[in-house]
C-alpha cells in the first residue's frame, strides 16, 4: 500500500536526527551546508500514541453484547431523566410547556 510507505517514511522515528545535505554553488566555488530535522519528545509520543490508537477498536463488541443481553432479558433501566436530557439538548425533545 502506497500510502503506509509513504507515513513509513515521514514517522518520527524515520525523521528523528536524520540530516540532509545539499551543496550551493557560488561566484567563488561550492560548499556544502547541513539541514538538522529533530522532533521533540512530545512529537514521538505523539506518533506512539496515534500508532496505538490504531490497535484500538471502534466497537466494543463486549459492552454491546452486554447491552444487548440486557435489554433482551428485560433487566436494562436507563437513567430516564439523563437520556431525557440528552434527547433534550441533542433537539429531539421539546420541553413540556406549563
Do not use: C, W
Not at 522515528?13 to 519528545?41: C, H, P, Q, W
Amino acid at each position: 500500500m502506497m500510502i503506509g510507505r509513504i507515513s513509513g517514511q515521514y514517522s518520527a522515528e524515520a525523521l528523528n536526527g536524520r540530516k540532509s545535505k545539499r551543496s550551493v554553488s557560488y561566484n567563488s566555488g561550492s560548499f556544502t551546508e547541513t539541514d538538522n530535522a529533530n522532533i521533540s519528545s512530545f512529537g514521538t509520543l505523539l506518533a506512539r500514541a496515534t500508532a496505538e490508537m490504531k490497535n484500538i477498536p471502534d466497537v466494543r463488541e463486549d459492552v454491546v453484547a452486554d447491552f444487548k443481553a440486557r435489554i433482551e432479558s428485560g433487566t436494562y433501566n436507563p437513567p430516564l431523566d439523563k437520556l431525557a436530557n440528552v434527547l433534550y439538548m441533542a433537539g429531539m425533545l421539546e420541553a413540556a410547556e406549563e
